[in-house]
């Protein structure tokens, strides 16, 4: 699985800066404003359902449901991107999530959370497939790394803000207050790409993705996609089995809802220092020269954070997962784009996608029943063995897909 399947890997590099430029308005500021809003409830809402006494197993399973509308949701928003364009996807997307978002202090009920969740996930890959499939077309395989380092690093700087106004929130104003803020800067990610089209004409505009049918596309490919997939499956249940287990230790340790919210934004402080390094490496030394020692990272973090019995302790792991985290700024959508081929780029992205987010329900879903069976901590050694295993596969079955970094290698 080393070979890219893109035509475009030879000819001169063109330079970063004008392409981010121009990447500003339609992809990292509406990035930015979704990842603050949902920033804002990575800590706010495990509370939120702990406070409303929930069992650790429930409060996964409704975690778990936005990784579940990822994975329903990423087929029928590809498709929509296949056939409207990627630009209407995007503000469908970021309008549910921040409808869903405000609405989830609604109720307490399991089944009203996990709906509302359910749409959130349908927003969050909405988002991310609308950006990924937008870069994949207009950005060289050369720069492909650093752009989606910086997609990822926009991310993990939400990350560092949204968690830190969400407790602050909470503390001052309630739960209520922090669900609808987060609603509403989601929202604003929706002015940038008003902007980005008013000074645009008309005949500029993204217009739908052509190329084979939507699962056309998924069914030649498929044999590639449950390969490829299987290992970000695996590491996005450590991702975001993460989210779940951080706020929770933090809880069971006696912190206060803002220190819950400092200690989930440490780790992140790290991961945009980092992000600009993965992307370096990842374009000129090879995408696995940043992936296999960053999850290496995160692994080791997260057995720090099972044998964690302090604030102190919960904080150092912090750092080392966000070290970590931080190396793999945009790996998982650099291997997307790099195997997407280029006859059916669109509807491998979302495959491809489908198969990753899987580990969005998985990684909660660890979390709340080892909790429940054997404690928080080992809930968290269970995620560094499940991170441990995608990443060896990804290594042996996937391999480098890179090949201008291949054929640099080679031509010593």
Sequence with gaps: ???????????????????VRRLTLPVYLPWLASGVGTGVLLPVLPLYLRDSGLSFTSVSV?????????????????????????????????????????????????LGLVAFRLVYGFGIIGVTQS?????????????????????????????LIGPLVGGLVVEVSGFEAAFVLSGVLTLSGLLAMF?????????????????????????AHRRRLLITGFGPMLV???????HVVVPLIGDSLGLSPIAVGALVAVGTGADVLLFPLAGYVMDRFGRLRAIVPAFTLMATGLLLLGAADSATGAVLAGIVMGVGNGMSAGALLTLGADLAPADATGPFIAGFNLMANIG???????????ADAFGLGPSAVALAVVLAVGVLWLVVTVGETNQVALEVRRSG
């Design 62 to 110: 409704v975690l778990a449901a936005a990784g579940a509308g990822t994975v329903l949701g990423g087929i029928p928003a590809g498709s929509l991107a296949h056939r409207r364009g990627e630009d209407l996807l995007l503000v469908l997307s970021v309008t549910m999530m921040a409808i869903t978002a405000a609405a989830l202090s609604l109720t307490t009920a399991v």
């Design 195 to 219: 902007v980005h089209h008013r000074g645009r004409p008309r005949e500029t505009r993204d217009e739908p993705i052509v190329g084979s049918s939507m699962w056309a596309g998924i069914s």
């Design 131 to 159: 950006r990924q499939t937008f870069i994949t077309r207009t950005v060289d395989i050369g720069l492909r790394g650093r752009v989606m380092s910086l997609v990822g690093g926009t991310f993990r700087m939400s990350v």
């Design 1 to 19: 699985m080393s070979e890219s399947s893109r035509p475009d890997v030879a000819g001169p590099v063109p330079p970063l800066w004008p392409t």
């Design 360 to 370: 969005r329900i998985i990684g909660p879903l660890i979390v709340g029943w080892s």
């Design 236 to 242: 996005m249940a450590a991702r975001d089995g993460r």
